[in-house]
């Protein structure tokens, strides 16, 4: 059994969902308060990649915001990949997080991510166009429209990028 | 080619060519700096070994050289330098810790205090400086856990720690330690230079080393020495000898750096407990002594008590014993030896001993006979002389006995015939002791008490009323004969009853005739008439009508008290 270890970030602005996305399939190890006090909470995850192969992902649900700060962009250091998160009801999020991944990638260069815009259960205040959607779709590798209420495409969406990490590690 | 020329090829060829070739590697900077090179090695060791002119001449240009490269890459340097630096460094600490030790160890010196005086002593007996056995007590700690994390990326390279330790998944701790670090790090750092180092939670001393591509954290209990730190940094040094490029490329394949734990190992080792081990060690050989004196005084002290409890036991069963008169008791062990007097009817001292939970063996005595006065033994020895039955109760009264219950006759005469020769020496008041043979004449007496016969006519028994009348008499003759044997005496009355026809006279007449009949019969049977009285019955009233259950003689018995003589004291 080889067992691999593999840093992630979940990004996004506030109240995306990010804490919730993760919540669900996660082991929890520290309280909720860290995210408000020093910006950044872990937690892991373990994936069963292959028969023989097993990552276990160590997940840095990095406080919202919509411009990373120093702190926040040092958190970012050694990931391997790294989750974005929007919410479907506000596209103005879409945006943030786009933005986010410039940053990320102007001081790391191109990591894997996967792209989650969020609360699909909320379809009567959804606010992204399906335009818009497909214009997404088509620039970034790899969104899913998911639900952190429901679990909708989140274990999904981390397979992905859990099978994502171990491919570029494996090169 | 001219013929000057070709003379000088002629006669110069060969130099010329040599000299050529000479030229042609002066003048190529290539061919010169390959000669240089040659022989520069050489050449150096030469000129170092005339004198210092070489490193003299050095000096200068090697200084500006080595500042212009540090300045231009220090990381380069100072990861080069690393695993030298420390044991450098480490070997200064050690140094200064030893004169620190050594100033201690002066200023207790001249401490008289208990604890110091103590630690003087175990210092000696384990034969270690007393600097180092102070730094010892006071300080004791224990490394809990060890997490080497890799500083690009946060991720946990090897954790190991002591199977007591409550455990979180380490790989989170360590990429939240990481995180804490580089929050420390962003917000109070201006430089990013600071380090966070140290972190104290309770019990818990959190310390963190750093090293060029790892940082060793580890969490300690109590508190640690300084030079713990210095022992840290030495296993980092050493992993990172080992494991360096693996772990500054370590992207979270746990493979890749297989065996790094074992050295994280070296971590656990550090803890110090030694001066409790000692203490005890110390202290069992007179633990033992102290044991083996205090069971042997608990083991004198119950004996001591159990021999106290034994003599007051026995001195108590002796002053209840009536006929017993000791004098002096002596114990030697739990061997008694007892001297007075002792009554014969007074208990035996086997049955003394017995009484105060002794062995008899353990009781010997020399014990003169003599006569008790006690109540209980006058008893004793009245009973004995007396031989009194069971059925006979003997108490004190004042100055004499009492002697009530059943005896037989026999014995009552008997005692009655010692009192009159005066062998008690004492009022002895025998009036309440019943005879069992005057009861038994009592009871035989009633048995044929007031009989009627009938009489047919006047002054003629019925024929079967006289049969039985003589029969009856002799049964009063046999009461008569056991009655004087006692001493006592039957009274016999038989009174003539009539009817009421006729006067009064007539029947009173009538009557007599017919006890004198009666009375004949019994004076015939040989009954003496003098125990006989006469008597009559008869109705006063009016004539009546005749009455045959009225034509009769009663024969009533009356059995009198025996008299015996009253006996005095002899003065």
């Known amino acids: 059994m080889t067992l691999l270890n593999s840093k992630i970030c979940i990004l996004g602005d506030f109240a995306v969902g990010k804490t919730s996305t993760v919540e669900r399939f996660v082991n929890n190890h520290f309280s909720d308060k860290y995210l408000t006090t020093i910006g950044v909470k ?32 040092a958190y970012l250091r050694g990931a391997s990949g790294y989750i974005l998160v929007a919410d479907g009801t506000r596209a103005k999020t879409v945006a943030a997080a786009l933005d986010l991944k410039s940053q990320a990638e102007e001081r790391y260069g191109e990591l894997p991510y996967v792209f989650l815009l969020n609360k699909s259960d909320l379809q009567h205040s959804w606010d992204v166009s399906d335009q818009r959607l497909d214009e997404l779709s088509q620039s970034l590798t790899n969104v899913f429209v998911t639900s952190a209420k429901s679990g909708d495409k989140v274990d999904e969406a981390i397979s992905t990028l859990g099978e994502m990490i171990a491919d570029r590690e494996s090169q | 080619m001219n013929d000057l020329e070709e003379l000088k090829s002629l006669l110069f060829g060969a130099e010329k060519q040599a000299l050529d070739s000479i030229t042609e590697r002066v003048q190529k900077p290539e061919t010169r700096s390959a000669d240089v090179a040659d022989i520069l090695p050489e050449a150096i060791r030469r000129s170092h070994q005339q004198g210092r002119e070489l490193v003299a001449s050095l000096r200068e240009p090697v200084g500006e050289c080595l500042t212009e490269s540090i300045h231009e890459a220090p990381q380069a340097y100072a990861d080069a330098l690393y695993p ?16 620190f030790a050594q100033q201690i160890n002066e200023t207790v010196e001249q401490s008289f205090t208990v604890r110091g005086l103590k630690w003087r002593f175990e210092a000696w007996r384990a034969g270690v400086p007393f600097g180092d056995y102070v730094l010892q007590q006071t300080l004791l700690y224990r490394i809990e856990q060890a997490y080497l994390i890799s500083r690009e990326n946060g991720l946990l390279v090897g954790h190991v720690h002591h199977d007591a330790s409550r455990i979180k998944d380490s790989d989170a701790v360590s990429a939240m330690f990481t995180a804490i670090q580089d929050f420390v790090k962003e917000s109070f750092s201006p430089d990013r230079s600071g380090r966070l180092e140290t972190a104290d939670m309770g019990d818990f001393t959190l310390w963190a080393v750093h090293g060029p591509h790892a940082l060793l954290v580890c969490v300690i209990r109590g508190v640690p020495p300084r030079s713990l730190r210095s022992d840290l940094s030495a296993i980092l040094e050493r992993i990172h000898f080992r494991y360096g490029e693996k772990i500054r490329l ?13 050295e994280l190992l070296e971590c656990l080792k550090f803890q110090d407990v030694q001066p409790k081990k000692k203490k005890s060690r110390i202290s069992a050989a007179l633990l033992i002594t102290l044991l083996v004196l205090a069971a042997a005084l608990l083991y004198f002290g119950v004996n001591s008590w159990l021999g106290v409890q034994q003599h007051r036991a026995l001195s108590a069963v002796i002053d209840a014993t009536p006929g017993l008169y000791i004098v002096d008791i002596k114990r030697d062990g739990g061997e008694y030896t007892l001297h007075g007097l002792r009554d014969p009817l007074a208990a035996t001292i086997d049955d003394i001993a017995a009484s105060a939970g002794i062995e008899s063996t353990q009781v010997t005595a020399s014990l003169r006979p003599y006569q008790s006065l006690d109540p209980e033994i006058v008893i004793r020895r009245t009973r004995q002389l007396l031989d009194a039955p069971s059925t006979v109760t003997i ?12 005896a037989t006759q026999a014995w009552i005469d008997n005692v009655r015939g010692k009192l009159a020769a005066g062998s008690f020496g004492m009022p002895v008041i ?4 019943a005879s069992t043979d005057m009861t038994q004449l009592q009871a035989n007496v009633s048995e044929i008490n007031n009989v009627n016969f009938f009489f047919e006519n006047e002054s003629t028994l019925f024929s079967e009323d006289e049969v039985k009348l003589r029969e009856h008499a002799s049964s009063i003759r046999s009461l008569v004969r056991s009655a004087e044997r006692l001493d006592a005496a039957i009274a016999i009355d038989v009174a003539g009853y009539t009817d009421s026809a006729g006067s009064v006279e007539f029947n009173t007449n009538l009557a007599n005739l ?11 049977a040989g009954i003496d008439d003098e125990l006989i009285s006469r008597s009559h019955v008869v109705p006063t009233g009016e004539f009546g009508t005749p009455d045959p259950t009225l034509r009769k003689i009663v024969v009533q018995l009356t059995l009198g008290a025996p008299e015996y003589p009253t006996f005095t004291v002899p003065e």
């Open chain 1, 42 to 73: 872990v937690d892991t995850k373990e994936i069963q990649l292959t028969e023989y192969v097993k990552l276990k992902l160590i997940i840095w649900d990095i406080a919202g915001t919509d411009r990373f700060g120093p702190v926040e962009l």
């Open chain 2, 84 to 99: 030298v630096m420390g044991p450098a460094i480490r070997k200064s600490i050690i140094h200064a810790l030893r004169g």
């Open chain 2, 250 to 262: 370590y992207s979270g394949d746990t493979a890749s750096v297989k065996g790094v734990e074992d």
């Open chain 2, 395 to 406: 108490v004190p009264a004042d100055d004499g006995l009492i002697i009530s219950g059943m």
């Open chain 2, 430 to 433: 025998l009036d309440d002791v």
């Open chain 2, 514 to 524: 017919r006890s004198e009949a009666a009375i004949r019969i019994l004076v015939n």
